[in-house]
């Protein structure tokens, strides 16, 4: 059985740089103190993948793999691949494998030759926008819509300024102020803090906050790995909301992804509808995701679709039960 330990796990990363945030070491570890047991196995041929269970009643489990890291995509290294996958699952009877696909095709790649369920729930949201952060800071301000380059200059202006922060009991009463503002769900303040206790020290983390007279407004806290940077956490709070401290504190994390390598910025989520819906709605509408699409469209980035969750069944009476289960939310929703 190919699992390895979590060293031998972040040895096996460092030779794919650009893997995705969640299949970092810290990432499971990171789940781990929420409910969440993380498993790591590799393929001596270059494939690897960070599952996590979640423990339910009877011994069973929930299995999740979101983003695995396979470089060589022949459908020989993906049989031998999944047949470990389902090895590790079945040992730990998960009731499903839940498989979100590190990639931005609509469907599963077809290496992967597998018997899989699509899925009708993502655990991440499925959309977002990438921001390319490639080229002179000039020239990524010119792909940004015009409003939104006003507003940061603007915040400087105003007398805005963002440093690094690391004031964890002040961000967390900041997100419950976003959240309750824009209904949205927040983690506890053990969880945010244990985020940053995790990865800041590799320097793939930062918390950054805007702040108006030394008094903070707005706050968030970006990850970079490789060419990769995501926006994962941000809140801000009521007030001073005139000088526009998101957008400059956007900006700067942008900068900060940069002076790491990254590439592209992840702006982490926007409403799961194609792109002449979102132009359409945006500006009416403001449940969900749509709060923020009016944001982070500004940023000039490119609106992009993961591939569809996929699930591996390994115990069909009671996946069925799970997608009643999910249809059921659907209506009330």
Known sequence: MPEVSLPDWNKFLSRFPDAHLLQMGEWGELKSAFG??????????????QILFRHLPLGLTLAYLPKP?????????SERFWKE?????KKRRAVFLKVE?????????????LTLETSPHNIQPPRTIIVDIRGTE???????????????????????????WDDLDGFYKMMQVTGGRDGFGVHSLEYYRRAYELFHPTGTCELLAAEFEGKPLAALMVFAHGQRAWYVYGASNDEERNRMPTYLLQWEAMRWARSKSAQEYDLWGVPDEDEETLEENFESRHDGLWGVYRFKRGFGGDLKRTSQAVDR???SLLYRLYLT?????????
């Open 313 to 315: 069944v390994y115990n």
């Open 325 to 333: 289960w999910i249809q059921s939310r659907g209506a009330e929703d």
């Open 69 to 77: 890291v396979i470089n060589n995509q022949s459908s020989i290294i």
């Open 85 to 89: 996958v389902d090895s590790i699952c």
């Open 36 to 49: 969440w047991e993380p498993v790591r196995l590799v393929l001596d041929d270059g494939a690897g993948a």
């Open 138 to 164: 000039e020239e990524i301000l010119a792909r940004m819509k015009q409003k939104t380059r006003y507003n940061i200059r603007l915040a400087q202006k105003k007398g805005v300024t963002v440093r690094a």
């Open 101 to 113: 696909p590190d990639s931005w095709n609509e469907q599963v790649p077809e290496t992967w030759n």
